[in-house]
Every structure is written in C-alpha cells, then in structure tokens.
C-alpha cells in the first residue's frame, strides 16, 4: 500500500470536515498538470463522485467592472451568517507573462474572519467562455464540501456562456449607465442567466429605467421560470436581501420541478466534452512537435492556409485509441 492510498481516506474526511487546508491541497492537485498528479486528482475526484452533492452553485457573470466581485462579498456575508459553508471559485485575467491569476477579483472580496469560507482565484489562461478549466475541477471538488458555492466568471462579455455549463443558477450582472444592456439584450448570452441585477441602482432614476428596459425584453419569454430582474446596490446592501431571495427561490423551483439532476446531468456531458476536446487538442499539438515543431514545419513552407491544411492532415493520421470505457 502506497502513501499515497493510506493518506486518502484521511484527506477525504478532513475535506468533509471543510479543513481549508485540506481543501487548498487537493485544489492544489487539480492544477498540477505532471501526470502523475494528474492521476492522483482523477482517483480524488471519483472518491467523491460517489458522495451527495449539498451545494447549490450559483453563478455571478456580467462585465467587467460592474461590481461581481462587491456583489460577491455581499452573498458571503450573508451565508456564513446563516452558518453555511460557502466555496467561492473567482476567474481572473490571465498574466501575459506568468499565464498566472492577476488576482484582481479576489482582493476586491471580504471574506468575514473565521467564517467557513474557502476562496480560490484561476486564471483564465486560453479560454474565451469566462471560466477556466481547471475552475470546472475545483466546482466538482467543492459542490461535495460546501452549502453554497458563487463563481465569478473572467468578465469577457457577451460569449461568456461557459458558466451555464456549471452552475445551477446563474445571475447576471450589469450596469444602468453603460451601452452593456442593450449588447447583452441582443446577444446570446441573454438566454443564459436565472436572474438578472441591475447593480449600481444608487441613482434610482437610471436604475428604474434599466430594469423597465430588461424587463420588457424579456415580457415575450414564456418560460416555467419567470426570470427577476434586480435593482441592486453591493455598496449600499440595497435589495441584496432580494437577490438571495431570488436565488434560493430559483433553487427551490430547480427541486420542486424535477429539474436539478436534468440540469446537471447536462452539465457533466459538457464537461466530458470539453475535457475530450482538450486532451485530443493536446496530444495532436505532441504530435507535430508543439510549437517548436510547428515553428520548424512552417519555415520550410509559407504560413498559407494550405498548410495549415497540410498540418491539419498529419494531426488526422495520428492514431487514437477508444477503449470505450469512462
């Protein structure tokens, strides 16, 4: 028996007793990449797959700028006083140099001290959906551990629909005196939130004027759902108490319409999808060499779309083998 298999059971239960210590190494171990810890994360994971799933994730997206992160720090308040354990997952700008978290959303965040709160920043690195991938880990690790978990996606605008692929209940987040409403009301991503909060509602002429605007465009849904739209203010606490309301009564009708296991049933296909992308994506980039192999492919031929096509067809010769077995 290996160290590692006589730690296990001793990580697993000090991650059920919500140790941040605990919980910081395991997260620790999704992002290892070498692939012997990525083993170990995989047989971590499957430990918990098996376990329930108390918590209900809730997604805060919009913009960048308008406030996700104070909106944030509003709901952590709020839980731990109920005395739930809250995880919190923040999505950062990636370093142009590190490829590391910037780290902007997390200081923005107060956390109440010792209250059961564990907050983990990622970088956004090469993904344009709002989340990164070893953020979706992380919510599959801690949707086993806490009562609540809140992600703050990257902010990148209107193709930032990643976080319906995770998150029980998703709120969006805009802004009454910016041009963000009416991109968002004409973009896709319209069709991705559970809520919608109006923050910055200090001026409440111009909040009452966006929430009318959002209001309407949304008066031809019919949905099972009616979705809220939200005056809300994270400096004031105006109508905080409003959106939690709103989100448990989201979750609420996710249980009681027979919904949830639906929803995330869903989810953990998107999951599987993007991480079969992902290793495929990886192994045909080891195929040609990776960048230094491509680099030295295209100073032989001219960077043209045929030989892009000619790259493309050496990655096609690459045999993969499906075991069928997950």
């Known amino acids: 028996m290996t160290a590692t298999t006589r730690r296990r059971p001793l990580e697993i239960s000090a991650l059920l007793r919500f140790e941040r210590q605990a919980i910081a190494a395991a997260v620790n171990l999704l992002e290892d990449r070498r692939p012997e810890r990525q083993e170990q994360a995989r047989a971590l994971l499957d430990e918990l797959a098996v376990l329930p799933v108390p918590a209900h994730v809730v997604g805060i997206t919009g913009p960048p700028g308008v406030g996700k992160s104070s909106l944030i720090s509003r709901l952590i308040a709020r839980a731990a006083q109920a005395g ?9 700008p990636s370093s142009k140099v590190s490829g590391g978290a910037l780290l ?3 200081g923005r965040m107060h956390v109440p001290p010792h209250a059961p709160v564990f907050v983990r920043s990622f970088a956004a690195r090469d993904r344009l959906g709002g989340l990164s991938r070893e953020a979706f880990s992380a919510v599959f690790l801690l ?3 806490c009562d609540v978990i809140l992600i703050e996606t990257v902010g990148v605008g209107q193709s930032e ?4 692929h995770i998150a029980d209940t998703v709120v969006l ?20 939130p559970d809520i919608l909060a109006v923050n910055k509602a200090d001026d409440t002429t111009l909040a009452r004027k966006a929430v009318a605007e959002v209001t309407a ?9 009616a979705r809220p739209v939200l005056a809300v203010s994270a400096t004031t606490d105006l109508h905080i108490d409003a959106l939690d309301a709103a989100i448990a009564a989201h979750y609420h009708h996710l249980r009681t319409a027979h919904v949830l296991d639906t929803r995330r049933a869903e989810q953990m296909v998107e999951w599987v999808v993007s991480e079969v992308m992902y290793e495929l994506g990886r192994v045909g980039l080891a195929a040609l060499g990776g960048s230094t192999g491509i680099h030295t492919l295209l100073e032989r031929q001219p960077a043209t779309w045929g030989a892009l096509r000619r790259l493309a067809a050496l990655v096609q010769r690459v045999e993969y083998r499906v075991t069928g077995e997950l």
């Open 104 to 106: 902007g959303d997390r």
């Open 173 to 192: 987040v805009v802004q009454p005196f910016s041009g963000d409403l009416l991109q968002f009301i004409k973009a896709g991503v319209m069709e991705v």
């Open 143 to 145: 949707r086993h551990l």
């Open 161 to 164: 629909t990643d976080i319906a």
């Open 84 to 92: 739930k354990r809250v995880g919190v997952v923040a999505v950062d």
């Open 217 to 225: 465009a949304l008066s031809l849904e019919r949905r099972s759902w």
